[in-house]
């Protein structure tokens, strides 16, 4: 019975490390529609950002932006990758050095 529960255990954590690995991998989310999608829930129009940093950890992708205003946003986008198939949810934004909201920023 316990050695059971171990093995189930072991199996649902080597999948989720198995999906993790996929959907860093298959990240299909371009510089292009990252200043997309970020700009909508910014307020700026997409050529007014500039990617300064990005990574994707699993099915996030961490990016760092600057706006043509000197502003800098730090967003995470969820998604874009096999996993859900390149759908997206909207991206969460905070101000440099300010924790990331969880809805729509304003």
Same mark, same amino acid.
Request: hydrophobic share 35%.
């Given at each position: 019975?316990?050695?059971?529960?171990?093995?189930?255990?072991?199996?649902?954590?080597? $999948?989720?490390?198995?999906?993790? &690995?996929?959907?860093?991998? !298959?990240? /299909?989310?371009?510089?292009?529609?990252? *200043?997309? %999608?970020?700009?909508?829930?910014?307020?700026?129009?997409?050529?007014?950002? $500039?990617?300064?940093?990005?990574? &994707?950890?699993?099915?996030? !992708?961490? /990016?760092?932006?600057?706006?043509?205003? *000197?502003? %800098?946003?730090?967003?995470?986008?969820?998604?874009?990758?096999?996993?859900?198939?390149?759908?997206?949810?909207?991206?969460?934004?905070?101000?440099?050095?300010?924790?990331?909201?969880?809805?729509?920023?304003?």
């Amino acid at each position: 019975m316990k050695l059971s529960k171990i093995i189930l255990a072991c199996s649902i954590a080597f $999948t989720a490390a198995g999906c993790t &690995t996929i959907a860093t991998k !298959t990240n /299909v989310l371009s510089d292009q529609r990252i *200043k997309s %999608e970020t700009a909508g829930v910014l307020g700026y129009a997409p050529n007014d950002l $500039t990617i300064l940093d990005r990574r &994707t950890e699993g099915v996030n !992708t961490y /990016v760092r932006l600057r706006a043509k205003d *000197k502003k %800098e946003f730090n967003c995470t986008i969820n998604g874009g990758n096999l996993l859900s198939m390149g759908v997206t949810n909207p991206p969460m934004c905070g101000n440099k050095g300010r924790p990331i909201r969880t809805g729509p920023f304003q």
